[in-house]
């Protein structure tokens, strides 16, 4: 990775944090990535492939949708009889 190299080679006072700043990157965001690329965690060498999600997050995952969808419902119901009253529902 190329913020890793570089960051690698800055050697004179100042540099590091020049690269960050070039970067927009926060201090502890740059040392954790120059962290993960030693240990083989960030770059090439990184393990490649989808991330494992359990049943249970799926389980989870497909409930929060469902509530999600019936909150949605619930707004437009709402922002319906609003405007039947002759209230601006963008307004709420």
Do not use: S, Y
Request: aromatic share 6%; charged share 30%.
């Amino acid at each position: 990775m190329d913020f890793v190299r570089e960051f690698g080679e800055c050697l004179d006072r100042g540099t590091k944090t020049a690269l960050l700043r070039r970067w927009a990157l926060h201090a502890e965001t740059g040392r954790q990535w120059v962290i993960a690329a030693q240990e083989g965690r960030l770059g090439p060498a990184a393990p490649r492939g989808a991330m494992q999600v359990t049943n249970r997050d799926r389980a989870r995952l497909v409930a929060l949708e469902r509530e999600n969808d019936k909150l949605r419902a619930k707004v437009a119901a709402a922002e319906a009889a609003l405007n039947r009253h002759g209230f601006d529902a963008a307004v709420f």
